[in-house]
T-cell receptor, first 116, second 115 residues
Framework: NAGVMQNPRHLVRRRGQEARLRCSPM?????VYWYRQLPEEGLKFMVYLQKENIIDESGMPKERFSAEFPKEGPSILRIQQVVRGDSAAYFCASSLTLDSRNYEQYFGPGTRLTVT | AQKITQTQPGMFVQEKEAVTLDCTYD???????LFWYKQPSSGEMIFLIY????DQQNATEGRYSLNFQKARKSANLVISASQLGDSAMYFC????????????WGAGTKLIIKP
């Protein structure tokens, strides 16, 4: 059973370009979460999605950032017109259920975005 | 507001010694969950252990145990018989009280095991 897959692992973009980060959840998982980790910090929640629905995007910047989880294919985190401050590690996690009190989020290896 | 505090930015420990990593939390919700994750230099986030607020026993997973002191709002991670491979960043996280999915993270502790 493959774990959470993220690609690319490393992404370099110039200021003003677009960054697309992909996440394939674990097989059978329909809940996807995106987190951002700035250098020397813990993770910060960005968005929670289920198939074709954004449930909670309260942690996502209002501009330039968007996320989707289509019926078919991976979840995509899209950053338009990147700036240097977007440089960070972006982690995707997935979970099997939401109702269980003892749920667990399985994390992908992360995508390290560098904006030059 | 919900908050996780890890007061040890870095620790050096001799191999084979036990290690305690501190974590305190703040929440007004009676129902919550506490997690510990390990992040080695390769960058992935590895789940270690979970403690529910209503669990009667302290959680254990192999060499990892969680010293859960509810009244003090602390959830320290104990690693017994440390190994060189334990060198990594360790993060404490809490399931947010307003939802049962959003994880709130501490700043992490960098643990280095000396041979």
């Amino acid at each position: 059973n493959a774990g959470v897959m993220q690609n690319p692992r490393h992404l370099v973009r110039r200021r003003g370009q677009e960054a697309r980060l992909r996440c394939s959840p674990m097989k059978g998982h329909s809940h996807v979460y995106w987190y951002r980790q700035l250098p020397e910090e813990g993770l910060k929640f960005m968005v929670y999605l289920q198939k074709e629905n954004i449930i909670d995007e309260s942690g996502m910047p209002k501009e330039r950032f968007s996320a989707e989880f289509p019926k078919e294919g991976p979840s995509i985190l899209r950053i338009q017109q990147v700036v240097r401050g977007d440089s960070a590690a972006y982690f995707c996690a997935s979970s099997l259920t939401l109702d269980s009190r003892n749920y667990e989020q399985y994390f992908g290896p992360g995508t390290r975005l560098t904006v030059t | 507001a919900q908050k996780i505090t890890q007061t040890q930015p870095g620790m050096f420990v001799q191999e084979k010694e036990a290690v305690t990593l501190d974590c305190t939390y703040d929440t007004s919700d009676p129902s919550y969950g506490l997690f510990w994750y390990k992040q080695p230099s390769s960058g992935e986030m590895i789940f270690l252990i979970y403690q529910g607020s209503y669990d009667q026993q302290n959680a254990t997973e192999g060499r990892y145990s969680l010293n859960f002191q509810k009244a003090r709002k602390s959830a320290n991670l104990v690693i017994s018989a440390s190994q060189l491979g334990d060198s990594a960043m360790y993060f404490c996280a809490m399931r947010g009280p307003d939802s049962n999915y959003q994880l709130i993270w501490g700043a992490g502790t960098k643990l280095i095991i000396k041979p």
